[in-house]
């Protein structure tokens, strides 16, 4: 060869390298959009949490999240999601899209490790479940023995962070047969356009039902709660701190009921409440995840009144008015329309189902 067909050779291999790895390099910024777009969790519109952004409060308020005159929700239900039927504690037809494996060989550690790690990229809840004879599925996570033969992977359809989208569900698909095929089985899949228009319509539902109910103390004017007084108020009403920033009120199973959280953007902290200054509290009781939520609603004013004893200050509405017995009992009457609502579509405040959908 000629010192030119040398050099001509040599550019034609730089170019081809460059094309390539430009290629290599799109497709690694694509992935990562898309993973930002999808895997990241966002502030629920309904609910103030610590992780939202601080944002400045309006007047104390006792908040149903729904207007005064709303009348009962009755939003069209969920029809269950596409897929393999539910067995005896196996995947949620109603709140999850289902893939049933099959192996040639019982599936092993490494394999079933592979494959949650895998699931766990896709910004959704992700189960694997199996069984090996019999009817009844097991949870499988990283610490199982897998062993069996049969598996259910279900990817659920909506949280609080919205609907599961087309390069989710797309995703979660390829690399279920991806990894099907390196390990000797076979996937069965539902209809993924079905499935995107139950999660659509189940977000719809869940949405019509996402209300938070407050109700909150405040000092009286030219007066201020610290840190210490709410902290030893809290603890005499059996409220526990926790890393989220808020007082939390436990059931005797250990289930929130509502919370205690600052008036003002500063979150409650350990070996900051010394310091700390605040013009109010709130009180907040998340409705989709309590199963009794009147009595629970009436324990979170009870807790608020006792709450105003003792720090000095009042329980008042969204005007600094105390509350009426009459405003009460309007939104006791929109908390059970809610939760109506959810027990007809077979989703029940405050049932797995619920704390799943509404997390």
Request: proline share 5%.
């Amino acid at each position: 060869m000629s010192d030119l067909q040398i050099a001509l050779a040599a550019i034609g291999l730089v170019v081809v390298g460059g094309v390539y790895a430009f290629n290599i390099w799109q497709e690694r910024k694509l992935r990562q959009r898309l993973q930002k777009a999808f895997e990241g969790e966002h502030a629920d519109v309904l609910l103030k949490t610590a992780e939202a952004e601080p944002v400045e409060r309006a007047e104390p308020r006792i908040e149903p999240r729904i207007g005064d005159e709303a009348e009962p929700v009755a939003a069209p239900g969920p029809e269950p999601a596409p897929g393999v039927a539910a067995a005896s504690g196996g995947a949620d037809p109603l709140i999850e899209f289902q893939a049933s494996v099959n192996a040639d060989q019982p599936v092993g550690d490494a394999a079933l490790r592979e494959l949650l790690s895998r699931l766990a990229t896709f910004g959704k809840p992700a189960r694997v479940l199996g069984r090996d004879g019999g009817t009844v599925w097991r949870v499988l996570d990283r610490g199982s023995h897998a062993g069996c033969r049969e598996l259910q992977v279900a990817l659920q359809l909506v949280n609080r962070s919205g609907p599961l989208h087309a390069p989710q569900l797309n995703g979660f698909c390829d690399a279920l047969r991806e990894w099907a095929a390196k390990h000797g089985a076979t996937v069965e899949l539902g209809d993924t356009t079905v499935a995107l228009e139950a999660a659509r319509e189940l977000d719809a539902f869940c949405g019509d039902m996402d209300v938070a109910i407050g109700v909150n103390v405040v000092a009286l004017a030219g007066e201020a709660f610290s840190g210490e007084q709410v902290a030893e108020a809290a603890a005499d009403a059996g409220f526990t701190l926790e890393p989220d920033g808020l007082f939390h009120l436990h059931d005797a199973a250990g289930h929130t009921l509502f919370t205690l959280e600052n008036h003002e953007a500063e979150p409650f902290a350990e070996g900051h409440l010394v310091a700390m200054q605040t013009s109010g509290l709130t009180l907040l009781l998340d409705v989709p995840r309590i199963a009794d939520g009147v009595a629970v609603l009436d324990r979170m004013v009870k807790t608020g009144t006792a709450l105003a004893a003792s720090l000095g200050g009042q329980l008042v509405d969204d005007n600094r008015t105390p509350l009426q017995q009459a405003g009460l009992n309007r939104i006791r009457q929109q908390l059970q329309d809610i939760h109506a609502a959810m027990a007809a579509q077979d989703i029940a405040a405050g049932s797995p189902r619920a704390l799943r959908l509404f997390a």
